[in-house]
């Protein structure tokens, strides 16, 4: 069974950090390129940041540049989301997804012809930015 877990989501403080993981089982995470995204209560979903397979190209939504960072773990089998400076508004759930094309699993911070969603998703974690 093809499965995206994610973990590290919590409670922190402004301008704290946090490390969300997206751990695949079933399946060799490098071999897709994967997106994280986020949904905030009564908000839409939005893209925040993507890597390619292999690692070479990553991309970020504005409102997160300078402040996340994305990466691989292959040994892990993971896609790490390193989150610094954080403020109340990113807060929200945040989502892993995979999929082998770029652009769905990179969907809404990549120029595509059409939408697609990725193939694969995770069940969200939930992150809090507070005092």
């Known amino acids: 069974q093809l499965q995206l877990v994610e973990s590290g989501g919590g409670l922190v403080q402004p301008g704290g950090s946090l490390t969300l993981s997206c751990a695949a089982s079933?399946?060799?995470?490098?071999?897709?390129?994967v997106g994280w995204f986020r949904q905030a209560p009564g908000k839409e979903r939005e893209a925040v940041s993507c890597i390619t397979v292999g690692g070479s190209s990553t991309k970020y939504a504005d409102f997160v540049k300078g402040r996340f960072s994305i990466s691989r773990d292959t040994n892990k089998n993971t896609v790490n989301l390193q989150m610094n400076s954080l403020e109340p508004e990113d807060t929200a759930v945040y989502y892993c997804a995979a999929d082998r094309f770029r652009g769905r699993a990179c969907l809404g911070l990549v120029s595509v012809a059409y939408d697609v969603e990725p193939d694969y998703w995770g069940q969200g974690t939930q992150v809090t930015v507070s005092s």
């Open positions: 079933g399946f060799t995470l490098a071999d897709y390129a």
